[in-house]
């Protein structure tokens, strides 16, 4: 059941309805209600794993109590490590256990021991590295005293299965849920006005940008004759195609929770626009970022810095290699959780590379810029935007790419003398859709999406003709709808 | 809460009345000489070889009882030679039409079978067409038929905002003008029953290099749920007490393992017999016998139906 399917729309205004005509203000109900509807809207996708989503939250639940509960520092580290086990042994056991096996059987295989392990074969539950990052911040929070234990289990359930979250996300942890969950929800039309345009404008992203975006880079990442020109296009498209991809699923996640009195954390604020690497990362899949940033990133930097006393280490400032060995860990599992294969590890690293020559050089950078009155000059901004873009593109070859060889393959044909060659089969029809696009985002780049009209004077009359015209174009124009990519972590 | 459902009750009033102008002045509006404006802008390839309309027409207006029911893809439609049959007495119809997919061929089914009460079904399995949501076949379609029940099903099970606005489109437009009023009857050229005639060879296929090896993929999300719809059409044929047999036509190009034998669990489970023609393809001449790499032309067609026919005579199918 996609967001853009109208399964899902037959769900929603049946839910919508009964959620503020039947039951408003009665918020036990109301969360009754998107509790079974979060369970039906998981299970449609495949029954079978509705256990594996109440038996994680359950333990969650357990663990959380018994964190809560201790006074004894010891005793509430052990139930801490104990849930972070489990719940980091369940992503691990579905969705990296085959990655790790050869590994595992020749480096057993050092010391003589052979193992007899077989590959698992376990489908990977959809949503499973989200919901377990949701997990993993309700007990840390709890431990971290920023929450206290839910006695009721009825709130965690919901709250880690809430169903615009579970499967792709935004991360919206607990800590910010639950209280909304317990607070009686009053129908508030601006918000639920402004829920129903960010679910256009997402549903309008997906369906004219992405899902046509796919077809081109599909077949540039598949055709093993391509030029080069072809290929920078096909990097190019599935860049545009993955941030259209996945900010659309936000806007239409976001959008649902505010049609249902929800605020849930924004997940990209305009990333192409960025003007350095660190600046996209501060934009793009914000809830993961910030996620790993406090729960890993922080954590790792502040143990090292503990551990190294000396100024320096190999010539190099402490601090900077604190950033360096906190950066690197940090990304390489940022990669390896979008999936168990060595591409993904490789991207993570190489924006580990750019954050650290970024660290090194903005220094550097800001005083050149500063020394050629060139901070506010549009060009120079201009050029920033460009190039971070460029880094961007470059990287995510590495993502799309099946397996290693393939990316360096990729790379290596695409920068030849074809290069400067017309490229082939270009969708010559995407050009304009993507200029309205990105023209959209950069006039609402100060707003929360695409179609957000807060103070802007526009009348009704124009409003609804600009909803009406994105729905006659998302009717008309889709080529082929995908399932969201970041479904697959 | 009440204000803004009247509002929205509005706009979704508004959006249907300009939905229904758009798509009445579209399809009625002349691109070119053979295309409207919303054949162009929904990219409806009504220009698909396959006489997709004809041969409906004919299953809905049989002057003679049907032995074998043949459904399937352009693979089918270039295999199954309706002369070679009725020499032995066997009267065919084929209602295959091009990139036609397991989700349309299940609904499909589900209108004709009991319109045309054929004695045997042979549903022919294209491998390649299993990732396909259908929608290609959807449009000729919805172009060439009348809007019925099954294609509303159709359209919620492919379920693309444009599969909608396709079906709505012909919905209107054969209410205007039903489909079938003022037909003058006319066999095309090269046609027979559902059946394409064409002797075109492509000699490189006998020089060049051909790979022919399984693919070792895992099954897509599409592929899933297009087996499915094949289960569902050995159920639903089967459910009619009608004998069906599963055929996949010889080919030159590479094919899914795992699909293949996903779709011998399903013949075994439901005791349907899977003719995998591709063991004949050594009996083949590569450049007299195929069109392209994936279909026959009407040389072959006829080695393959007498094939075919044997299997079937073997297989004590009672007619």
Not at chain 2, 260 to 283: G, M, P, S, V
């Given at each position: 059941?996609?967001?853009?399917?109208?399964?899902?729309?037959?769900?929603?205004?049946?839910?919508?309805?009964?959620?503020?005509?039947?039951?408003?203000?009665?918020?036990?109900?109301?969360?009754?209600?998107?509790?079974?509807?979060?369970?039906?809207?998981?299970?449609?996708?495949?029954?079978?794993?509705?256990?594996?989503?109440?038996?994680?939250?359950?333990?969650?639940?357990?663990?959380?109590?018994?964190?809560?509960?201790?006074?004894?520092?010891?005793?509430?580290?052990?139930?801490?490590?104990?849930?972070?086990?489990?719940?980091?042994?369940?992503?691990?056991?579905?969705?990296?256990?085959?990655?790790?096996?050869?590994?595992?059987?020749?480096?057993?295989?050092?010391?003589?021991?052979?193992?007899?392990?077989?590959?698992?074969?376990?489908?990977?539950?959809?949503?499973?590295?989200?919901?377990?990052?949701?997990?993993?911040?309700?007990?840390?929070?709890?431990?971290?005293?920023?929450?206290?234990?839910?006695?009721?289990?009825?709130?965690?359930?919901?709250?880690?299965?809430?169903?615009?979250?579970?499967?792709?996300?935004?991360?919206?942890?607990?800590?910010?849920?639950?209280?909304?969950?317990?607070?009686?929800?009053?129908?508030?039309?601006?918000?639920?006005?402004?829920?129903?345009?960010?679910?256009?404008?997402?549903?309008?992203?997906?369906?004219?940008?992405?899902?046509?975006?796919?077809?081109?880079?599909?077949?540039?990442?598949?055709?093993?004759?391509?030029?080069?020109?072809?290929?920078?296009?096909?990097?190019?498209?599935?860049?545009?195609?993955?941030?259209?991809?996945?900010?659309?699923?936000?806007?239409?996640?976001?959008?649902?929770?505010?049609?249902?009195?929800?605020?849930?954390?924004?997940?990209?604020?305009?990333?192409?626009?960025?003007?350095?690497?660190?600046?996209?990362?501060?934009?793009?899949?914000?809830?993961?970022?910030?996620?790993?940033?406090?729960?890993?990133f922080l954590p790792l930097a502040y143990f090292l810095s503990g551990k190294i006393k000396k100024q320096k280490v190999l010539f190099i400032r402490s601090d900077l290699v604190i950033y360096i060995?906190?950066?690197?860990?940090?990304?390489?599992?940022?990669?390896?959780?979008?999936?168990?294969?060595?591409?993904?590890?490789?991207?993570?690293?190489?924006?580990?590379?750019?954050?650290?020559?970024?660290?090194?050089?903005?220094?550097?950078?800001?005083?050149?810029?500063?020394?050629?009155?060139?901070?506010?000059?549009?060009?120079?901004?201009?050029?920033?935007?460009?190039?971070?873009?460029?880094?961007?593109?470059?990287?995510?070859?590495?993502?799309?790419?099946?397996?290693?060889?393939?990316?360096?393959?990729?790379?290596?044909?695409?920068?030849?003398?074809?290069?400067?060659?017309?490229?082939?089969?270009?969708?010559?029809?995407?050009?304009?859709?993507?200029?309205?696009?990105?023209?959209?985002e950069w006039a609402q780049r100060d707003k929360q999406h695409g179609l957000d009209f807060t103070d802007a004077p526009k009348t009704r009359f124009i409003r609804w003709a600009i909803y009406l015209?994105?729905?006659?174009?998302?009717?008309?124009?889709?080529?082929?709808?995908?399932?969201?990519?970041?479904?697959?972590? | 809460?009440?204000?803004?459902?009247?509002?929205?009750?509005?706009?979704?009033?508004?959006?249907?009345?300009?939905?229904?102008?758009?798509?009445?002045?579209?399809?009625?509006?002349?691109?070119?000489?053979?295309?409207?404006?919303?054949?162009?802008?929904?990219?409806?390839?009504?220009?698909?070889?396959?006489?997709?309309?004809?041969?409906?027409?004919?299953?809905?207006?049989?002057?003679?009882?049907?032995?074998?029911?043949?459904?399937?893809?352009?693979?089918?439609?270039?295999?199954?030679?309706?002369?070679?049959?009725?020499?032995?007495?066997?009267?065919?119809?084929?209602?295959?039409?091009?990139?036609?997919?397991?989700?349309?061929?299940?609904?499909?089914?589900?209108?004709?079978?009991?319109?045309?009460?054929?004695?045997?079904?042979?549903?022919?399995?294209?491998?390649?067409?299993?990732?396909?949501?259908?929608?290609?076949?959807?449009?000729?379609?919805?172009?060439?038929?009348?809007?019925?029940?099954?294609?509303?099903?159709?359209?919620?099970?492919?379920?693309?905002?444009?599969?909608?606005?396709?079906?709505?489109?012909?919905?209107?437009?054969?209410?205007?003008?039903?489909?079938?009023?003022?037909?003058?009857?006319?066999?095309?050229?090269?046609?027979?029953?559902?059946?394409?005639?064409?002797?075109?060879?492509?000699?490189?296929?006998?020089?060049?290099?051909?790979?022919?090896?399984?693919?070792?993929?895992?099954?897509?999300?599409?592929?899933?749920?297009?087996?499915?719809?094949?289960?569902?059409?050995?159920?639903?044929?089967?459910?009619?007490?009608v004998p069906i047999l599963f055929t996949k036509q010889p080919v030159l190009s590479r094919e899914k393992l795992l699909s293949n034998k996903k779709i011998h669990e399903i013949a075994t489970k439901?005791?349907?017999?899977?003719?995998?023609?591709?063991?004949?393809?050594?009996?083949?001449?590569?450049?007299?016998?195929?069109?392209?790499?994936?279909?026959?032309?009407?040389?072959?067609?006829?080695?393959?139906?007498?094939?075919?026919?044997?299997?079937?005579?073997?297989?004590?199918?009672?007619?």
């Amino acid at each position: 059941m996609l967001f853009t399917s109208v399964k899902f729309a037959v769900f929603f205004i049946l839910l919508f309805l009964l959620y503020w005509l039947l039951f408003n203000n009665k918020t036990k109900t109301q969360n009754v209600l998107l509790l079974v509807a979060s369970y039906l809207f998981y299970g449609f996708w495949d029954f079978r794993f509705l256990g594996l989503l109440a038996g994680i939250s359950l333990l969650n639940y357990f663990l959380g109590l018994a964190i809560g509960s201790s006074s004894r520092r010891m005793t509430r580290k052990t139930w801490l490590i104990l849930g972070l086990v489990c719940n980091i042994g369940t992503l691990v056991t579905f969705k990296y256990f085959d990655f790790f096996l050869p590994g595992l059987q020749s480096l057993f295989s050092v010391f003589s021991i052979h193992l007899n392990l077989h590959s698992l074969g376990f489908i990977v539950p959809l949503g499973i590295s989200f919901y377990t990052f949701l997990s993993i911040s309700y007990i840390v929070d709890i431990y971290r005293k920023k929450l206290g234990p839910e006695k009721n289990v009825f709130y965690v359930l919901l709250s880690l299965s809430f169903f615009p979250i579970v499967l792709a996300g935004p991360i919206n942890r607990p800590v910010s849920l639950l209280p909304q969950l317990k607070t009686p929800r009053d129908f508030d039309p601006v918000l639920a006005s402004d829920g129903l345009r960010q679910f256009l404008w997402g549903l309008a992203v997906k369906m004219i940008i992405a899902d046509n975006c796919a077809v081109y880079a599909d077949k540039t990442f598949t055709d093993p004759s391509a030029t080069g020109s072809t290929l920078f296009y096909g990097a190019l498209f599935f860049s545009i195609q993955i941030y259209a991809d996945f900010s659309s699923y936000s806007d239409m996640a976001i959008g649902i929770s505010k049609l249902l009195g929800f605020r849930l954390i924004r997940n990209f604020n305009f990333p192409y626009f960025a003007t350095d690497i660190a600046d996209f990362w501060r934009r793009w899949h914000i809830s993961l970022t910030t996620w790993f940033r406090d729960y890993l990133f922080l954590p790792l930097a502040y143990f090292l810095s503990g551990k190294i006393k000396k100024q320096k280490v190999l010539f190099i400032r402490s601090d900077l290699v604190i950033y360096i060995l906190s950066i690197l860990f940090t990304w390489s599992i940022t990669g390896f959780w979008h999936g168990a294969a060595w591409t993904f590890i490789i991207w993570g690293l190489v924006h580990a590379f750019f954050l650290v020559m970024h660290q090194v050089f903005r220094k550097i950078k800001k005083s050149f810029l500063a020394r050629h009155h060139l901070q506010k000059d549009l060009l120079a901004v201009a050029f920033e935007r460009f190039f971070t873009l460029g880094m961007i593109v470059l990287a995510w070859v590495f993502f799309r790419s099946k397996t290693l060889p393939k990316a360096i393959d990729y790379l290596d044909r695409t920068f030849t003398l074809s290069l400067f060659s017309p490229p082939l089969g270009f969708p010559t029809k995407m050009i304009i859709p993507i200029f309205i696009f990105f023209t959209i985002e950069w006039a609402q780049r100060d707003k929360q999406h695409g179609l957000d009209f807060t103070d802007a004077p526009k009348t009704r009359f124009i409003r609804w003709a600009i909803y009406l015209f994105i729905l006659l174009i998302i009717f008309f124009y889709q080529v082929k709808q995908q399932e969201f990519i970041y479904f697959k972590f | 809460m009440k204000k803004f459902l009247v509002r929205g009750g509005l706009f979704v009033f508004i959006l249907i009345c300009l939905y229904s102008a758009v798509i009445y002045g579209t399809s009625k509006i002349k691109y070119n000489e053979k295309y409207t404006i919303f054949n162009q802008i929904v990219n409806n390839p009504v220009k698909r070889g396959g006489a997709t309309f004809i041969k409906f027409y004919e299953a809905t207006h049989l002057t003679k009882p049907v032995d074998i029911l043949v459904i399937g893809s352009s693979r089918a439609f270039r295999s199954f030679d309706p002369d070679v049959f009725e020499k032995n007495n066997l009267h065919i119809h084929l209602l295959a039409t091009s990139s036609q997919a397991p989700v349309n061929t299940y609904y499909l089914l589900k209108e004709y079978l009991l319109k045309i009460r054929p004695k045997m079904v042979i549903f022919d399995v294209h491998l390649g067409l299993l990732n396909s949501n259908g929608i290609e076949c959807f449009y000729d379609l919805c172009t060439n038929i009348p809007v019925s029940k099954e294609l509303f099903e159709m359209a919620l099970d492919i379920d693309q905002a444009n599969t909608y606005s396709i079906c709505y489109a012909a919905l209107i437009n054969q209410a205007d003008t039903p489909i079938y009023k003022g037909y003058a009857y006319k066999v095309p050229k090269g046609y027979r029953k559902g059946f394409l005639v064409d002797y075109k060879t492509d000699s490189t296929l006998g020089t060049k290099k051909i790979d022919t090896s399984w693919m070792k993929k895992d099954l897509t999300a599409q592929e899933i749920k297009n087996l499915k719809h094949i289960d569902n059409i050995a159920r639903f044929v089967r459910s009619h007490n009608v004998p069906i047999l599963f055929t996949k036509q010889p080919v030159l190009s590479r094919e899914k393992l795992l699909s293949n034998k996903k779709i011998h669990e399903i013949a075994t489970k439901y005791q349907i017999k899977y003719l995998d023609l591709n063991k004949f393809r050594k009996d083949l001449n590569f450049s007299h016998d195929f069109y392209d790499q994936n279909h026959l032309n009407t040389y072959g067609a006829e080695k393959i139906s007498e094939i075919i026919i044997k299997e079937i005579q073997n297989s004590n199918f009672i007619f």
